[in-house]
């Protein structure tokens, strides 16, 4: 009798989910028929097993789906929606590696995003495995790409841990979201994979990005329209396009993006560093915007302001409108620039670009003995001990005060 007790205990917990008695439920993707093999397609189980989680109330503790170690898993675009029962929100422990279909035609769905999570509170995925979107074939093709992860309407949110390796387009993109913390992750893509930011934030509050290595083909983090409170900080950049606040106002739109900073981050190799681009004939504003501490190793454009931007996918208009670039701060940035111009603000006449605050710049050439420049067009504001020279901004007064005494 007692050994049949054991026995049914055991089997309770081989089995698909369990209890713990403080209310713990654990779900893992093998007991709902995930070959892991990379071969057959575990999009039906992994479905099934987050069914499941979802479904599932703990009173205490969180429900985890488990997506074991030394396995991988391949799974076509598959959506994990909420909202979820399950009281306490969810855990996805990825141990293992989750790939996409090799070939785009092996694609079932013609879909933006490859793995969406939507509608979710209280999501954490972490872990130590992988999510490679095998986006090499999508480079060459431009015009279908998907991003690999994507977050939709999600809050209380954390992604650690994971090693995101070659999306087709996008690595992670985060849309509104609000109370979103990104940290210790890896993400993977050779320097000339095209569009393969690394994160994208739009339409979404209070989101920390902190401790990670993005190497890619594109942005290492885009933040685009309606994102504020945003923190990135202790990310090391490159190769890629640097951090960029924008591009905002295409094709005319209203477009608003404020209360980021920008903190102690390298940029090594990378096409620019800190960031921010706006399209002609668009309104709105990117305002209150700190890059703080930052590393430079032959970073192409160091730092730039670019209201003329334009990428040659949209009309480029020739219009006295733009969003209204204004309080931006840059302080502590040192290393070198690998081409002449370190600086740039290329401003339009109006409404240009105000209150612009630069202190303890000091940025020297990659080459040596090459003089660097900067190029101010249309921005006013104040700068001080700022190397090389801004010569739209006003030198701050206590400074050139101590420089003559
Ligand atoms: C998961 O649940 C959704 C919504 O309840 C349902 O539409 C879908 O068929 C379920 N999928 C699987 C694989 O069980
Ligand atoms: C989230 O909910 C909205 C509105 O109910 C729905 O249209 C959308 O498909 C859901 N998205 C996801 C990813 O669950
Ligand atoms: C994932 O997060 C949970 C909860 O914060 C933590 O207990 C667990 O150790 C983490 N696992 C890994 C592999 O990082
Ligand atoms: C790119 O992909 C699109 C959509 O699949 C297709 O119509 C187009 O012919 C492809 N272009 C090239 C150059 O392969
Ligand atoms: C933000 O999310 C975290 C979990 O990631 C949670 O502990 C915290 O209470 C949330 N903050 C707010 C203000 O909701
Ligand atoms: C961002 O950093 C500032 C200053 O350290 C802090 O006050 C604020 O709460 C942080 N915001 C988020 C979203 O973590
Ligand atoms: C500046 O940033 C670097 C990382 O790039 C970090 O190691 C250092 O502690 C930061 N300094 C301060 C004063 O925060
Ligand atoms: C920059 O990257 C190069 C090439 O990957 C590497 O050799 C070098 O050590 C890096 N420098 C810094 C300061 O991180
Ligand atoms: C754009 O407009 C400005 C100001 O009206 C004018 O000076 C400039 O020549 C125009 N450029 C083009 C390419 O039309
Ligand atoms: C400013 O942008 C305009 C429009 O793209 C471009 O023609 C001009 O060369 C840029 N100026 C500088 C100094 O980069
Ligand atoms: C700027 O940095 C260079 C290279 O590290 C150094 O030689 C120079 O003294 C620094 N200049 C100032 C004004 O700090
Ligand atoms: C910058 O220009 C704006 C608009 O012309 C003006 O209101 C502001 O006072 C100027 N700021 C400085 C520091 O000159």
């Known amino acids: 009798m007692r050994n049949a007790l054991v026995l049914l ?3 309770t917990i081989a089995s698909s989910n369990f209890s713990f008695g403080h209310g713990q439920t654990t779900f893992n993707v093998l007991d709902y028929g995930a070959a892991g093999d990379g071969e057959r397609d575990d999009s039906k189980a992994f479905l099934e097993a987050w069914n499941a989680s979802c479904s599932t109330y703990a009173s205490e503790g969180t429900t985890t789906l488990v997506i074991p170690a030394e396995k991988t898993f391949l799974l076509q675009p598959t959506t994990f929606s909420g909202s979820c029962n399950s009281g306490n929100g ?3 422990e990825i141990m293992g590696k989750i790939v996409a279909p090799k070939n785009p035609d092996e694609w079932k769905e013609c879909v933006e995003s490859w793995l969406s999570f939507g509608n979710l509170s209280n999501l954490i995925i972490n872990g130590t495995g992988e999510i490679n979107g095998q986006g090499s074939p999508w480079w060459s093709n431009i015009t279908t790409q998907v991003n690999a992860l994507h977050f939709f309407n999600c809050s209380n949110l954390r992604l ?3 090693t995101h390796v070659d999306s087709p387009k996008a690595h992670i993109s985060i849309n509104r979201s609000n109370n979103v913390t990104v940290s210790d992750i890896h993400i993977l893509a050779p320097h000339d994979s095209p ?4 994160i994208d934030i739009s339409v979404s509050t209070y989101v920390n990005i902190h401790d990670s290595k993005i190497a890619t083909g594109d942005d290492c983090i885009a933040i ?3 994102s504020s409170f945003i923190n990135i900080t202790n990310i090391a950049c490159g190769p890629g396009h640097g951090i960029s606040v924008g591009s905002l106002g295409v094709n005319r739109s209203y477009q608003t ?3 980021i900073n920008v903190r102690n981050c390298s940029f090594n190799g990378t096409q620019n560093g ?3 681009k706006t399209w002609q004939g668009g309104s709105g504003y990117a305002r209150k915007i700190t890059f703080e501490n930052i590393t430079l190793t032959d970073a192409k454009h160091p730092i730039i302001i670019d209201q003329h931007y334009c990428n040659g996918k949209h009309d480029c208009p020739n219009s006295t409108q733009a969003v209204q670039v204004s309080d931006v701060t840059y302080s502590n940035i040192q290393g070198t ?4 111009e370190a600086i740039v603000f290329n401003c339009t006449q109006i409404p240009g670009c105000t209150n612009i605050v630069m202190k303890q710049i000091n940025i020297t050439s990659a080459i040596a003995y090459q003089n660097i420049s900067a190029s101010c067009i249309n921005a006013n504001g104040t700068c001080s001990t700022t190397v090389p020279q801004v010569s739209c901004l006003k030198t701050n007064e206590t400074m050139s005060f101590n420089l003559y005494t």
């Open 257 to 259: 993006a404020e209360q």
């Open 337 to 340: 620039s690998s081409s002449m």
């Open 224 to 226: 685009n329209n309606g």
């Open 195 to 198: 569009n393969t930011d690394g």
């Open 274 to 276: 800190a960031r921010l």
């Open 90 to 92: 969810i855990r996805v």
């Open 9 to 11: 205990i055991l089997h």
């Open 160 to 162: 650690s841990g994971v």
